[in-house]
């Protein structure tokens, strides 16, 4: 699975942005989906899921804040942020799991100024 991550950036604390993935696969709903983050000096952590029926779980560091969707249509998986901290401030990665596979989007950065 060959996913392309968009949409970060640089936004002031409260602010809010949304990270898109396009993902190049021919049985995208059939996809569990994810974004992780990565802040430096710190492991790649899991932010928001989604599973191919649309269940989603949180981040307890996120929750109420971000929401993770999927457009299966256009092959696109989102997360919308909202009420952005700056200890959210990471590179932002998709991803995709089939059974124990994953396949991981290139990052894209999102820095909160306070």
């Known amino acids: 699975v060959q996913l392309q991550a968009c949409g970060g950036g640089l936004v002031q604390a409260g602010g809010s942005l949304r990270l898109s993935c396009d993902a190049a696969v021919t049985d995208f709903r059939r996809l569990a989906l994810g974004w992780h983050r990565q802040a430096p000096g710190k492991q790649r952590d899991l932010v928001a899921r989604?599973?191919?029926?649309?269940?989603?779980n949180y981040a307890d560091s996120v929750k109420g804040r971000f929401t993770i969707s999927r457009d299966n249509a256009k092959n696109t998986v989102y997360l919308q942020m909202n009420s952005l901290k700056p200890e959210d401030t990471a590179v932002y990665y998709c991803a995709s799991y089939w059974g124990p596979h994953v396949s991981w989007g290139q990052g894209t950065l999102v820095t909160v100024s306070s």
């Open positions: 989604i599973s191919a029926g649309g269940r989603t």
